[in-house]
């Protein structure tokens, strides 16, 4: 029995293949009639295509206002690729966060990529999504997600994109990325394969893998790298995992978070910006203010316990729009280091967190509450 | 055979018998005492015998799995059923025909419970499993089944246009992210994917139209 009603990817789909379908065989006034009424009746509907330009709204208040030297830098994360012939959802998810960052004027400082760009660390998935951000008109930096590293151990990235740890100085402000899924070794003594240690790694709730780790090696070089930095410089670490302890069994985790902080305790204004939860999420640790990336490709729930106190949690998505909860955005860096963080929704208005917020610990600038709570 | 050869051959048969059961009904303490060691040594024999069987067996299909359900369970923890030591109390047990439990009940009602709960659970996180044809399970936006919410249905389902049951949304999942074929109501698979969702939501208040 045909289902009555269909979700919003359906509806596109069969648009498409209608459009597609018509255009073979068509002269060049009936071309021009048929654009634009399919434009017509797209726009009437609300469907948004793909590929289209999205005007970005950023919200403006007075801590955006003479902001000075502040500068901004967007991010996409998140998008799990497949090879086009097995799923093109998430592929056309990341093209559409491409198109954002693209229609952003003035464009920003970088864009930086948050990680988990395959979906199961296929070279060809590897390729499709270095393909796709080289579309980017910004200059890009990009950092490794689990996703991307463990079925050859990182082979295919390092080639494609280089070192997966550095560090580099923008306008004053200190840039780390740092590889921060290192996990303990539970593949050997089980006798997998590497698409075998793959796919227990992809699995979010899969209790089989390690929790993630930046490992000692990892905060030797962190610990060199910042030991020629005085105090009072503004440090912004990029790390897939949060870099703090929120709800293992999700690895939302990092288990020598206490060891990473206290590298960075030292700092005036530390700020991580992470991926790997798909939602939105922000807490404080002292100096350090975290914040999470959207995915491009789907929205992870919140986790049952763990959720620090300063995040107001992002209104439940609606699962009949493949797109909901998800998105991209992009930080103002202030010259203290500190961001307003923007959550560039999908359909949705964007929601800011401001630099306040953090910086008040919750009294001041607080995002506008979820009307859908978890469940 | 002449009948007073029968009735030797009947009354020696007789005898042979009455021998036996005196010898396997031992009545004096000791006699237990022995009767229990030979069954305990049987018991051991029977149990080695088939453990050798067994891992001839395993030799002979090594791609088999071994203990799915434990696997499975190692992979993606579950919650435990209920605890039901309770029905192992209580006097008005004695005597009912079909009432009176043992501790290896509770075990099978478990281990029975559980199996089809791992069932649904493997199926959950296999996209191949549920036939999808986007390389999609559930787990990718459902980690533990978390964000299913049973305990809310049946309710309105305001996208679908109608009120829903859990399996219409299952089915509805199945159709759209997963890119699947929808199951029967009692599609042995819709069972298990139920039974695994229900499962891990044990001892949420059941609060049915919750948006």
């Known amino acids: ?375 | 055979m002449s009948s007073n050869k029968r009735k030797a051959v009947i009354v020696l048969a007789g005898a042979v018998l009455v021998g036996l059961v005196f010898v396997t009904i031992d009545r004096t303490p000791a006699g237990e005492v022995q009767a229990v060691t030979r069954q305990e040594t049987e018991k051991e024999e029977g149990q080695a015998l088939a453990d050798s069987l067994m891992a001839q067996w395993k030799l002979k299909n090594p791609d088999r799995m071994d203990d799915w359900v434990a696997e499975e369970k190692e992979r993606h923890t579950i919650q435990p059923p209920a605890d039901n030591t309770d029905v192992l109390k209580g006097g008005q047990g004695e005597g009912h025909s079909y009432g009176k439990y043992t501790e290896r009940d509770l075990l099978l009602w478990a281990r029975e419970t559980e199996k089809l709960v791992v069932e649904g659970s493997r199926i959950f996180h296999d996209a191949a499993a549920l036939q999808g044809t986007v390389g999609v399970s559930c787990d990718m936006c459902h980690p533990h089944a978390a964000n299913t919410h049973p305990e809310t249905y049946p309710k309105f389902q305001v996208q679908m246009g109608r009120v829903a049951l859990l399996r219409d949304m299952i089915n509805w999942c199945i159709e759209q992210p997963v890119r699947g074929q929808r199951l029967a109501p009692d599609d042995a698979r819709m069972r298990a994917l139920e039974a695994y969702i229900y499962a891990q939501r044990k001892g949420t208040e059941l609060s049915y139209g919750k948006h």
Request: hydrophobic residues 40%.
């Open chain 1, 1 to 375: 029995m045909k289902p009555r009603h269909k979700s919003v990817e359906t509806k596109y789909m069969e648009e498409r293949e209608e459009f597609f379908r018509s255009l073979r065989k068509l002269d060049r006034r009936s071309f021009i009639k048929l654009s634009t009424a399919a434009l017509g009746a797209v726009a009437v509907q609300g469907l948004v295509p793909p590929n289209s330009f999205q005007p970005v709204t950023l919200a403006t208040g007075p801590t955006m206002q003479g902001a000075g030297n502040a500068f901004r830098i967007a991010y996409i994360s998140d998008s799990h690729l497949y090879e086009k012939d097995v799923n093109d959802r998430f592929v056309r998810a990341l093209m559409r966060a491409v198109d954002d960052v693209n229609a952003l004027d003035p464009q920003p400082d970088f864009v930086f990529y948050g990680g988990d760009l395959a979906q199961l660390g296929q070279p060809k998935e590897l390729e499709l999504g270095a393909g796709i951000l080289k579309n980017l008109k910004a200059p890009l930096k990009i950092m490794v997600g689990e996703h991307d590293w463990f079925l050859d151990m990182g082979e295919k990235w390092r080639a494609l994109f280089g070192e997966p740890t550095y560090s580099w100085d923008h306008k004053g402000i200190h840039f780390v990325t740092l590889l921060s899924v290192v996990e303990k070794d539970f593949w050997t003594a089980r006798g997998m394969t590497p698409m075998e240690r793959m796919k227990t790694v992809a699995g979010l709730d899969n209790s089989v893998q390690s929790p993630f780790s930046v490992g000692e090696a990892q905060r030797e070089w962190l610990r060199n790298d910042l030991a020629k930095y005085p105090d009072d410089t503004p440090v912004v670490v990029f790390s897939h995992s949060p870099l703090y302890k929120l709800y293992r069994p999700w690895n939302f985790w990092t288990d020598d978070a206490e060891e990473v902080q206290a590298l960075l305790k030292r700092f005036q204004n530390v700020v991580v910006l992470h991926g790997h939860t798909h939602q939105m999420l922000t807490n404080r640790i002292g100096n350090i203010h975290f914040h999470g990336f959207l995915a491009t490709a789907w929205p992870w729930p919140y986790a049952p316990q763990g959720l620090p106190e300063l995040t107001i949690e992002m209104a439940r998505p609606d699962p009949f729009n493949p797109q909901d909860g998800c998105g991209d955005g992009d930080a103002l860096v202030h010259p203290d280091g500190l961001v307003d963080k923007v959550y560039n929704f999908w359909n949705r208005n964007p929601v800011t967190v401001a630099r306040n917020y953090t910086a008040s610990w919750g009294k001041e600038g607080i995002p506008p509450q979820p009307n859908r709570p978890s469940y």
